[in-house]
């Protein structure tokens, strides 16, 4: 259930955030391009997401029996299907059909957007959905930002790379500029909510701060605190010190941002994969 978590989550990242910055944010006179550049990866990220979002129903029917053979047993699936978990993991077979018809179809804006949808279904499954009422409408609202926001800050990582190596082409040069300036301003604004989000989440799930080190989900909580706090650092020196170096040091500058960014992805999954853990795990 884990790696199936995981899987779904790092390829969704990658529509939402990928796709997203490519049409949305990037500008038009890179948007083709990056498209065209993210083509293979969307293609994957999308058979990946049918592929977990299929095998997630047995799994979580053989682990709600403790039982493997429920994976393929019709009565117990049928049963499972009649409760609130099968409803859910109905609603994301679903809507993983329309992002193979909206990918299918070349709408990379609608690709996005159902992506982020799907997403968004974790706010209703999870500890954020455990809540009743308005205080759980609250939770699970933050539970999506937070969400959202993440995962778009690390799937853009992946075209913004390409940008950064547009431009040392100099036709590409400006527009590739223009494009950076805008990640960095929804780089800023995505950040500062992930981490406003994610103080907000934790109260609201534990009631306090996470410093219960005897506890395997504070454990793992507070591993993805100190990496998502390394990702922070990278960016900011990304944008404040490596920035404004382009201009006069473009060939050191360019290479230095890259490697950032491919840490900031590694300690991105490394997150992902904590979330996809404890996620699971009772916050007690």
């Not at 884990?2 to 910055?21: E, I, K, N, Q």
């Not at 999870?126 to 690390?154: K, P």
């Not at 800023?188 to 005897?214: C, E, M, Y």
């Not at 201009?247 to 890259?258: D, L, T």
């Amino acid at each position: 259930m884990v790696l199936t978590r995981f899987f779904h989550d790092g390829a969704l990242s990658l529509v939402w955030g990928g796709l997203g910055y490519a049409t949305c944010i990037a500008g038009p006179d890179l948007r083709q391009a990056l498209v065209r550049r993210l083509a293979a990866i969307a293609d994957l990220s999308v058979c990946i997401t049918v592929a977990t979002s299929a095998a997630a129903f047995p799994i979580q029917t053989a682990d709600i029996t403790a039982q493997w053979k429920s994976a393929w047993d019709l009565g117990t699936l049928h049963l499972v299907a009649e409760t609130s978990v099968g409803q859910a993991l109905a609603v994301q077979i679903a809507t993983g059909v329309g992002l193979v018809v909206a990918v299918l179809v070349r709408a990379h804006r609608t690709s996005a957007a159902i992506a982020g949808s799907m997403l968004c279904e974790l706010a209703f499954s999870g500890h954020a959905a455990e809540g009743s009422g308005f205080s759980g409408l609250i939770h699970q609202a933050i539970d999506c930002v937070h969400v959202l926001t993440g995962c778009a800050w690390l799937g853009a990582l992946i075209p913004f790379m390409t940008v950064l190596r547009m431009s040392a082409v100099p036709e590409l040069r400006q527009a590739s500029l223009r494009a950076m300036k805008r990640f960095s301003v929804w780089g800023h604004v995505a950040v500062a909510l992930v981490l406003i989000s994610g103080l907000a989440n934790i109260w609201l799930t534990l009631g306090r701060l996470p410093f219960d080190f005897t506890s395997p989900y504070d454990q793992k909580l507070i591993l993805k605190i100190f990496a998502v706090g390394l990702m922070t650092s990278i960016a900011i020196a990304n944008r404040y010190v490596l920035v404004p170096m382009i201009r006069k040091h473009n060939s050191s500058a360019r290479p230095a941002m890259i490697y950032g960014c491919i840490a900031e992805i590694i300690l991105g999954a490394f997150a992902l994969g904590l979330v996809a853990s404890f996620g699971l795990q009772d916050p007690a």
